[in-house]
């Protein structure tokens, strides 16, 4: 239905900053929750950061303050912005869209293909 792209990852230093952006198409975005989820290596899957339709957002302990996720309705993309980045921020991370909860991570049904976030001195 909504297909998600991820773009942005990247190499950097820690302390550095990366800005990861999740463009949406085949249906309208602003109809869905977007959620940031990143996988470490050896690690499962956990929830980063969330932008519900009216602009909610969450964001889990570890990145709170360091982070900031965005949607822009008109070009049908999302984005979030990792400042300070740490070595333990390291993953792949991935967008997804979701209708109902945008905290609940059995709502989010549609996932990008992953983008790599490397953070190493």
Known sequence: QIQLEES???LVQPGGSLRLSCAASGRTFSEYHMGWFRQA???E???VAAISVSFGTYYTDSVK???TIVRDNAKNTGYMQMNSLKP???AV???AAATGYYRNYECYKYWGQGTQVTVSS
């Open 8 to 10: 942005g990852g990247g």
């Open 41 to 43: 290596p050896g690690k």
């Open 45 to 47: 899957r956990e929830f």
């Open 65 to 67: 303050g360091r982070f």
């Open 88 to 90: 333990e921020d390291r």
């Open 93 to 95: 991370y991935y967008c």
